[in-house]
């Protein structure tokens, strides 16, 4: 065996164990199905799928989606069937992929995230739940990540209804993410992954109107890389549960830069969009890149970054 294969990529997540920590991020996955014939699904760590919500949701007014430099903007408005419909019509399909399967959950309200988790925690095949916390795109998707108190209340009553590993998504927009993060924490999540889309406006200045027709949107791609990778820093420094980076991620080498800042995992974004098989050479590029720091695991590598 070289060194490279001896390269152990595994981590836990509260009582969940993943075989390598290349995952994707919600919203930019579709089912997950789409991605079949690139590569096997199951290889992947884990996949997360787009939000669920209680009721249906037709999602915004066009344009929902348009290129920035070095990103991507998008309004998409957390269109879905609604918890119901999901559970008998998309479920069922998921459940053949393969890869650990996390559901991402948001409420219309705190209560709305605690139906969801009751939902959800009665089904078969389901390894996680992450909390959407943190939708800039409609009406108070904010509100669950900006104030410590509310926080740590959505995760109180998602935790009174499931044993399943409880992931809180936050926000990169506030002043200091690692408040929230300690109340999520406290509130029972086993694990925060960060950060979500940044908020923003395309303006189209010969129409004078935004694009995007909602008005404001969220960035995500390469150009907030370096956001993501300070709050993945400041969150590991501050709280005790594994730490899932997002923000930028396409290559190996840009996975372990969030390892070595803290994360214990990472989602593939933005990049799925333009090269369907970025989680998956991502995910090949990393023993050797493990093994070129001298490690032989994942585990030996987060976190060690030295900061000045
Ligand atoms: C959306 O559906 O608007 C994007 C989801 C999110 O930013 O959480």
Request: with cysteine; aromatic share 6%; net charge negative.
């Amino acid at each position: 065996m070289t060194a490279t294969q001896a390269v152990d990529l595994s981590l836990r997540i509260g009582s969940l164990e993943l075989q390598n920590p290349v995952g994707t991020a919600s919203g930019t996955y579709g089912k997950g199905l789409e991605f079949q014939p690139f590569y096997e699904v199951a290889r992947l760590g884990y996949v997360v799928v787009k939000t669920i919500t209680t009721e249906a949701r037709a999602g915004n007014p066009p344009p929902r989606l348009c290129e920035i430099p070095g990103g991507l903007m998008n309004s998409i408005g957390l269109p879905n069937p609604g918890v119901d419909a999901y559970i008998e019509t998309v479920l069922p399909k998921l459940r053949t992929l393969g890869a650990p399967l996390v559901i991402n959950i948001a409420g219309h309200d705190i209560a709305d995230f605690a139906i969801l988790a009751r939902r959800f925690a009665a089904e078969e095949g389901i390894d996680a739940l992450e909390l959407n916390m943190s939708c800039p795109n409609v009406s108070g998707g904010l509100d669950y990540s900006t104030d410590p108190k509310v926080a740590k209340e959505v995760l109180v009553r998602a935790r009174a209804e499931t044993d399943l590993p409880l992931i809180a998504k936050l926000s990169p927009n506030v002043t200091d993410i690692r408040p929230i993060a300690e109340a999520a924490v406290a509130g029972g999540a086993d694990a925060i992954s960060a950060i979500n889309t940044i908020v923003g406006m395309p303006v189209d200045w010969r129409k004078r109107r935004p694009i995007l027709g909602r008005g404001f949107g969220g960035i995500s791609g390469p150009c907030i890389k370096p956001v993501a990778l300070r709050m993945v820093r400041m969150l590991y420094e501050t709280v005790d549960v594994p730490i899932i980076g997002i923000g930028g991620i396409e290559t190996a080498d840009d996975a372990m830069e969030f390892f070595v800042a803290g994360a214990s995992a990472i989602q593939v974004g933005t990049a799925n969009y333009y090269r369907p098989t970025a989680a998956i050479e991502l995910l090949e590029g990393l023993p050797e890149r493990i093994a070129s720091l001298g490690a032989t695991s994942l585990q030996e590598v987060i976190g060690t970054l030295e900061m000045p």
